[in-house]
């Protein structure tokens, strides 16, 4: 994943959490907060609720490629803005169909970009 497409603060995290709108799914929340840059950038926050490290990474490994393959070019529209998301698994997201996570990702972003 390219670094400048990444959430790295408390700050960025936090700011989202708390401005961003939120978008609930079977397999995870989402939060998104328009931002001023050029591209989309992605924030995880893998709790051990939904197991220990090995199931952590991979949970984690699985969303950086949803949101490789569908943020860019699939779900913004011309006039969108570009958004901060932070994605929260839950532990039904483990054992889930790739696709119907990748169904449900484009599902929340549409609903993330729309304006309020």
């Not at 220990?52 to 011309?78: C, H, M, W």
């Amino acid at each position: 994943m390219v670094t400048a497409a990444t959430l790295r603060t408390r700050a960025e995290f936090t700011a989202v959490q708390d401005r961003g709108r939120r978008v609930s799914t079977p397999y995870f929340t989402m939060l998104g907060l328009p931002n001023a840059r050029t591209c989309d950038r992605l924030g995880i926050i893998a709790s051990r609720k939904i197991g220990g490290a090995v199931v952590r990474n991979r949970a984690k490994r699985r969303l950086r490629e949803i949101f490789r393959s569908e943020a860019p070019d699939q779900t913004r529209q011309d006039d969108a803005p570009y958004v901060d998301l932070v994605l929260i698994p839950r532990r039904e997201f483990v054992n889930a169909p790739f696709t119907t996570l990748q169904s449900d990702f484009r599902a929340a972003m549409r609903k993330v970009r729309r304006s309020r």
